[in-house]
């Protein structure tokens, strides 16, 4: 069992800045792919940014490329979002899941782990 905690949310205004952390217990996180998820109300929750197991490949939904940065530190068994030029539509709760094996995916079922989520939210 893998268990993920989330932290790093809050309020922040629009153009401003968040770094999300994802530490995980239970096993070591070396051997998971990694990757973060967010749900708006009323919508689906949908693909953010995923790393592979090494950190060597990085994957970022469009509405986030250029903005949002996923890294991991496998020594400290957390991974990382960080956030910048945040837009009022990038509030949601924001998850991390673990998946096991080399490659991440962008589906929420291929995901084997979850944490319970940080809330974010950015005003104008």
């Known amino acids: 069992q893998v268990q993920l905690v989330e932290s790093g949310g809050g309020l922040v205004q629009a153009g401003g800045s968040l770094r999300l952390s994802c530490a995980a217990s239970?096993?070591?996180?070396?051997?998971?792919?990694l990757g973060w998820f967010r749900q708006a109300p009323g919508k689906e929750r949908e693909f953010v940014a995923a790393i592979s197991w090494g950190g060597s490949s990085t994957y970022s939904a469009g509405s986030v490329k250029g903005r949002f940065t996923v890294s991991r530190d496998n020594a400290k068994n957390t991974v990382y979002l960080q956030m910048n030029s945040l837009k009022p539509e990038d509030t949601a709760v924001y998850y991390c899941?673990?998946?096991?094996?080399?490659?991440?995916?962008?589906?929420?079922?291929?995901?084997?782990?979850w944490g319970q989520g940080t809330q974010v939210t950015v005003s104008s």
């Open positions: 899941a673990a998946k096991w094996g080399v490659t991440p995916g962008t589906a929420t079922s291929v995901y084997d782990y």
């Open positions: 239970g096993r070591t996180l070396s051997r998971y792919s």
